[in-house]
Each structure stands twice: as C-alpha cells, then as structure tokens.
C-alpha cells in the first residue's frame, strides 16, 4: 500500500491512496479534541479533497484510541470571554458545510468515542463504520452547553424526537451497537476488521459514478426540508444530468453486454 | 370472488371488486418493467380509480414473479440522445403524484422484488404488505444513475440518512425482513397468506370512514415538511370536516350504542 | 416527601417538589378523558409550571389505570353543531403549543392507555416513560375522525410513514415494548419500578442546566423543518448564549477541578 502524503499539516494528516483520501485527526495524546489547529487543518485538507479531482471519496478517521472528543476545554481554559458563536462561525460551522455540501461520499472510520462536536463530526459523514468499542456521546450538556456543529440537525433527521431528545440533553453514552440499531451508523465491526470493512466501502465508491453519488447527496440533503412535487422536479433535473454523463452510457452499455460496468466518475 | 374488469388495458389489469380496484403490472416476462405503455396504462389505471366514487381503496400489485424491476433498459436500447427528464415529467412523475394526491388508500402488495422505479413505486403506497421473498433495490446507480419517481423523497422519510444513503448510493437488496425492521413497509407474510393478508387490510378500508383517511392521507404528507403550528391549524380544518361527515355521526352513535359502527366512506 | 399542592384544580392535580411540578390528570373513573374542565385545568396547570422559575422540571401523568383515554364522548353527548375546530383553538391546541414551546423538559409518565388526544399528549411530552402494560391508540378514526392535538405532526416525526399511516388509519393498540421498538419513547418499566425511574429522570433535569436544555428544545423542535445551514446559524446563536451563562462557567470549572458541577439552571 502506497500513500502519497501531499499536504503537510500539524493536527491531521493528509494521505492519498488512488482515488481515496484520508483524512486523520492527528492529536492522539488528547484523544484528537479539537485546538485552532486541527480545526483549520481539518478546513485546508478537506478543501484539498474536495478540489482534487483524482479524488473520489474520503475517509475520516482519528489517530490513537479515540476518533474525536470535541472542543479541548484545555485549550480555552485561559480564555476570558470567549465567544462560543465565533469560535462555531470560523472553526466549526466551516468544516460540517464543507463535508455535507463536498459532492463525494465522505466515509466515517469511527475507531473510538466520538464526543460533542467529535459525535457531529461522525453523524456529519455520509457512511459511517464503527469499531464495536466505539461511542457517540453528546456531552455539551455536561458542562451546559447546547449540541453544535450539526449535532442538532443531524439528530432528528436520524432517530426520533424522543431519542434525540434523550441524546441532547442527558449525554447517555450510545454505544456503536445501539447506534447501528438507532440506524445512526451503517456498520459496526471488531478492531480486527475495521480497516478491512473500510477499504471495502472505500473501493466500492472509488469505483463508482462519483457524479450521480455527489448528486444522490445532494438530493438527500435537500429532501429532509422539502415537499414531495419539489422532489420530484430536482429529480428529473438531477437524472437529466447523470443521464448525459460517461458513467451512464457506460452503465447501460455494460449492463446489455452482461459485464461489470467500469465507471470513471463523470 | 367475482372481478368486473371495468378498463381494457394493454399493460396493467384493473379489476374493480366491491369497493376495491386491483391494479396489476401485467408484463411478468419482464418482471414488470416499465415500457410507454405500462406507464400510461397505469396513469390511467390510476385515474379510474381515483374518480369512482365507488372505490374505496386501491391494491397495488405485479404479475408474476416480480412486483416491478423499473425502467425497462432494453425498451430504450435503440433511442439516442434520449431526454430521462422528459421521461419522468411524462411518464413516472404523474403516476407517484397521483398515487400520493390520491385521498384513498393504496395497499402495496408486493409480490417479489421491487427495483429502481420499481422500489419507488413500492414506497409510494401507503401500506405495504411484502412476501417475504421480495426484496427492495434502489438500482439506479448501478447504471450511473439518481434514484426517480420520488424515492429519493420516499427513503430519508422513512429511514436515517446514514441507511438511505447506502441504500440510494449502493443498491444494496434490501429484504423485506431488513425493511420491516426498517419501518420501511407494514407487513412481511410467506406467499401462502400473502392474499389473505391483502384481503384483510383492503376489507378494512374498503369498511373505513374513507373521507378521513383521505385527510389523515393529506396531513401526513404535510407534516412531513411542516412546522407544528401549520399541523395543529391544518388538525383543526381537517377535523372540522371530519366533524360534519355522516361516518362521523355514526361512529359517535355506534359508539354509544356499542356496536361497531358502518362507514359510508363520507 | 413533601408536595406543596400550589393550585386547587377541579380536574388536574397540580403539585411541586423542590424544582420538579407534578401534573396529573384527574379523572380516574373516566380513564381521565378530557371535559372542557380537564382541558381548561390542565392549560392553567402548565401555565403555573412555565411561570414559575424555581420550577425546572415536569412531570405528567394519569390519575388511576389510565394515563388518557381523549376526549370524553360522553360529555358532548347533548351537543349538537359542535364544531371540532372550535375545540381544537380553544381546548387542545393551547396544551400542546404550551407543552411544546415551553423551556423545560416534561416528563411523561405513561402509566396506562393513552388514547386519542391523549396518545398525542403523551407524544407531546419531551422524555416519555411508560410502564409496561401502558399503549398507545390513535382511536380518532374509530369514530371517523383524524388524528389531532398534534399527533399528525408527532407521528411522522418519529416513525416511518407506513408506520405513522398504519397507526393514524387503523388505530391499532401500540404496547408499550412495540413504541420502545419503534423509538416512540424513552423507557418501559414495569409498575413496580415506575415512580422510581420517573424520580431518577426528574432528578437528572431538576439538577440539569435548564436554560441549555430549554435551548435544546426548541433547537430540536426547529429542526424538523429546518435546512442545515439554517441550523448551524441557529446553533451558534444558542451557543453563544449558553456560553454567558452561569451554568456554563460552572460547567467548565467543575470540569477541569474534576468535579459534578452543580447547576443553577440559568
């Protein structure tokens, strides 16, 4: 396996391997929490994704045992009024619009706990694959605070108002077994197999219509807000797109000459 | 059992028996796969359905082995530069819209695997009953294309994003097993007692104070992109209506009288 | 334990412990069907609980087997030309917009049926426990009704369409274990253990930080028809108060002294 470091940053790091890039929170001693450094590290390498074009699909992980445990309160703890709204326009708010608006799959390599905005950091990825020891916990209430990065969003779009609820306010520790239940994530797997089961998923999208994919993303974004007749009217526009790319002549014509079809993305 | 086939069509069967209307796809060497002329069969197939004041309730179901497999790609093999928009602006759009306007019920019954428009189709039933050998499969992607004809609506209503996304962006055969489990459909049955579970559910709205379901229809369709004040006023309207119907006066009056109560359906 | 009994209602027990108010329904031998007392008791009871500063959390319940049976048939039994809407404006509506918009958890204690308005006051409660034999039946179209007192909002937001259609058209009697299934609610105990749980809950919300969890709230409620970047602007308007309050300061003290924090609720 060769991996073409291509960006040189201090909190993450930056890999490519063919059409996949991964993304690592990169500070394992406190379990990757959150500075201004890997936030603005995590904006430049997924800025970096989403404009190279080699690039199909991403994989977010975290270095160490955990995946992200949020904002590192040691980090602020000289900091005298601090706006919290600022610190969510310029750090946070940034990376989830990036993610949910970047039109590749984005895979979640859950490997530990993902807490506060690490937890929305994990919900805000489009298919999510946790290690069976990992953990979702919502725990700004702890030190009362309200959910941010998206945890609010991304919430009551997946489990029910009640859960939701449960998860906001009370910060349980939802295991990734629960979670898979919920249908928060998509699997859930023994460290063994993890990156197995990532490469896996990692494979399928780097070989598939990436365009129609960035489009299906869009489409789901847009239906959790919208009306039926909307729907249907930006799936046509949509499927008018996909229906002049490569990747569908390829699709039709693999599919009447009984072949696995070989998409290139476009 | 006596059917009046009241339409003679090319593509679909329409049988009316009492206050029920069957309609079947009836192209089971393709698995149903919808040609031109199924689609517009089944426009209006719908249609009769929709203005006969006699039906009560709609089952929907497909001709042998398969419910529905979608796009019929062999239909389209020879047409170049063929618009898919025009294609869903003519031929599918109009049949989802009338199904989910429809202010009467429309019972799925989904006899084997539901496929691409086939899936959206299923999903655009109000109450689902599967054989628990069918399946769901978003297919479009595999031939580089977005999920139509309102599954991409359909899916983020019924699951979490994370289980939509893999379903729209990985085709994933969803059995009817998982889709129960899902919530996505309502019953899963061996094919011996697949009718008469059909039968059972379709005599109870063929019995039902159909007015109000057709309302109860229409508030569950709004809620769904609707804030709670829009819902509570549009509870109000709705039970106002409800309130001067005869199937409302009876079922106070049966309830008094303890005795179940005969809906007219207005 | 000692409860200060601040209000003398006809219908309604109104009650307070410490920061926890007790609101039950008192109709017992009318499974606590609502009269036009009952509605007027308990839209006093609420307003008491939402004024009242010291009080951070509430809990409502049934008086009896039964936590709510709806609307007492029985008491229009006489009354001809009633209009249902009216009912809703001045009667039901302000309940739920009450319980909704107020800032302070509620806890349902579900400890019998709750039917009919009274399913959708159970729904309308934000942290829902419900003993074992308790359920849940949307009876309006028994009596050729739709569903109202927000459950067409409530329902769709938790469960599946096919799921919230089932239950909106059949009234089907949802157990207790089943709406745990399908995320409905929060906990299902037995009798025995129920006032135990309930006390443990409203422990954890009476010591909680209130103005967050008030914030929560409404974050949750917003996002239902919400887009993502209306969220992320919203949260960061939340955060940023939260992050002035007290309780937030306190929050992050206790933390790195490695001690509970000791929330004020403001």
């Known amino acids: 396996m060769f991996y073409f470091r291509s960006m040189e940053l201090t909190s ?8 996949v890039a991964y993304i690592t929170l990169n500070r394992p001693d406190v379990f990757n929490a959150f500075d201004e450094s890997q936030s603005y590290d995590l904006q430049a390498a997924l800025k970096e994704a989403g404009k190279d074009a080699e690039v199909r699909v991403l994989v977010l992980s975290g270095a160490g045992k955990a995946f992200c445990s949020g904002q590192d309160l040691k980090a602020i703890a000289g900091s005298k009024n601090r706006s919290l709204s600022d610190s969510l326009y310029k750090r946070y708010n940034p990376i989830i619009k990036a993610m949910r608006e970047m039109p590749k799959p984005i895979i979640g390599r859950i490997n530990g ?20 020891t990992a953990s979702f916990i919502e725990v700004f209430v702890n030190v009362g605070l309200v959910p941010d990065s998206g945890s609010s ?18 910060a349980p520790k939802v295991s ?40 299906i993303k869009k489409m789901l974004n ?45």
């Open 12 to 19: 993450v790091i930056y890999e490519k391997r063919g059409s």
């Open 113 to 132: 706990v993902a807490a506060g905005a690490g937890a929305s950091l994990a919900l805000a990825c489009d298919f999510i694959i946790a290690v069976d």
């Open 153 to 170: 969003y991304f919430l009551p779009k997946a489990i029910s108002p009640a859960r939701a609820f449960e998860m906001a306010t009370m």
């Open 176 to 215: 990734a077994e629960k979670a898979m239940e919920w249908g928060l994530i998509n699997r859930v797997v023994s460290a063994e197999v993890l990156d197995e089961e990532v490469s896996k998923v990692a494979d399928y999208y780097a070989n598939a219509p990436t365009m129609a994919i960035g489009m």
């Open 222 to 266: 847009k239906a959790g807000h919208s009306d039926l007749q909307t729907m249907l009217q930006y799936e046509a526009y949509c499927q008018e797109i996909a229906g002049r790319s490569n990747d569908y002549r390829e699709g039709v014509t693999a599919f009447n000459e009984k072949r696995k079809p070989a998409f290139k993305g476009n």
